[in-house]
């Protein structure tokens, strides 16, 4: 559901997006966390048991309504299979289940049709005796058709780090647009967010998407996440209900920047014929950074140093010493056989693998650049500058050269429009 969206000269237009949950609970049934998620060393409050679907919506498609939400796995009672009724429609409605294909994206999707599905307001979803009558949410494919978006999942970031890390992506690599879904932030609502977006220099569009789920365990080192359905729940999100007509699509958190290497990424991978294009991280920071609250004031310019070890290893080749793949992607040529992930857009059917050569590449000479002390505390002390510094970090001429271009672009707009204010007042 369109919250509202308001639109400022010379700045993005910027909105908020509801979705449309439906819960397990109220339906009578739960989510178990799975043996192995209750083997990790970590408490389990986060594992979302609630959740049956993150939105109803309406895909643009004729008569067709998408429910995705997580795996059925572990649903209790056993033997759970959602029913679905149009109010008013007489004819009885398809339902076609897309489970889950990988640990990486445990996300499914339910995918109703029938003739006349397009008129009917209220969906009726039920199991046994229960129901519960929900809205479908409008097609929003339009939002971001044509854009070229930055998106993530965000908790508690503060503002500035956002500010920072859109406008680099705007003015480095020309993203039009930005679409955040926001993990319930209790240092300010998502109407806070959207202001900050739109004071973002060059950007035309935002769109701030509350997502209100279980971030999830995680699971041990030598385990695969099971219970990862928020942030892979986000993605599949993004990818059908906002940027079907995208343009392009990177995929970042906000403590990493892209540095530029030749063409913008985003006209990048449209003026070549790959699907997607991943790139490794290097960790940066900035020494002296004794306590969270100065980690807290950090902006991205002020961390200047990366690590050695890892400069090392991309001159060695050594791939697996490097932060894990993000990506860039074109939505239309991500076929059925692809699933977005965190770190990869993934093979996800035998013919998608055994062709994705030709859909994607990894580039070794292309780095995202980690900032390794901005970060909230949510996962570890990792704000802490590295000990001894000087043997761990080195100054990294990569970054400096970027945020230098960066910001002298910033420093001549400011000047130019300095300027037009002056002969707009000589001209009064």
């Known amino acids: 559901m369109l919250l509202a969206w308001s639109f400022f000269r010379r700045r993005a237009a910027v909105g908020l997006e509801l979705p449309t949950p439906v819960r397990l609970p109220d339906l009578g049934f739960a989510r178990e966390p799975s043996e192995r998620v209750q083997q990790t060393l970590e408490p389990v409050g986060e594992f979302d048991g609630d959740t049956l679907f993150f939105d109803v919506f309406r895909t ?26 149009g109010e008013g429609l007489a004819e009885p409605i398809a339902v076609r289940y897309e489970p889950p294909r990988m640990h990486q994206q445990p996300v499914g999707r339910f995918l109703l049709s029938a003739p006349g599905l397009d008129g009917v307001r209220r969906l009726r979803i039920g199991a046994g005796d229960r129901h519960v009558s929900v809205v479908p949410g409008a097609p929003r494919t339009d939002l971001l058709a044509g854009h070229r978006v930055l998106t993530t ?3 508690d970031n503060p503002l500035h780090w956002i500010e920072e890390w859109a406008a680099f992506h705007v003015a480095r690599h020309g993203a039009t647009a930005v679409l955040i879904y926001d993990n319930g932030s209790d240092r300010y609502g998502p109407e806070a967010l959207a202001t900050a977006l739109a004071r973002v220099p060059g950007l035309r569009r935002a769109v701030v998407v509350p997502w209100l789920f279980p971030y999830g365990v995680g699971g041990r080192p030598d385990f695969p996440a099971l219970d990862n359905f928020c942030q892979t729940g986000m993605l599949d999100h993004a990818r059908r209900r906002f940027c079907p007509a995208a343009a392009s699509v990177l995929n970042l958190d906000v403590d990493e ?43 991205h310019r002020d961390c200047g140093h990366v690590w050695r070890d890892q400069l090392a290893a991309v ?12 990506w860039v992607a074109v939505p239309s040529r991500c076929g059925p056989g692809t699933e977005w992930g965190v770190h990869e857009v993934y ?15 990894t580039d070794e000479t ?11 505390g949510w996962k570890s002390d990792r ?29 001549s707009r400011r000047r130019r429009r300095r300027a037009g204010r002056g002969r707009d007042h000589e001209a009064d």
């Open 383 to 411: 704000w802490r500058s590295s000990e001894p510094f000087d043997a761990a970090c080195v100054r990294d001429r990569e970054l400096a050269r970027d945020m230098a271009r960066w910001l002298d672009r910033r420093r």
């Open 347 to 361: 093979a996800a059917s035998e013919e998608a693998r055994s062709t994705q050569s030709r859909w994607r590449m």
């Open 153 to 155: 999942l965000s908790r």
């Open 60 to 85: 643009g498609r004729r008569d067709e309504i998408a429910c995705i939400g997580p795996s059925l796995e572990g649903v209790a009672p056993a033997g759970f299979t959602p029913s679905f009724a």
């Open 315 to 326: 001159a060695a080749g050594a791939r697996s010493r490097l932060c894990r793949t993000k």
């Open 366 to 376: 292309l780095h995202y650049r980690h900032f390794r002390q901005m970060n909230v």
């Open 257 to 299: 920047l892209l540095l530029r290497k030749g063409a913008p990424i985003f006209e990048r991978i449209e003026s070549g014929p790959l699907a997607a294009i991943h790139f490794r991280g290097l960790w940066v920071e900035r020494d002296g950074v004794r306590d969270h609250a100065q980690a807290l004031a950090l902006r």
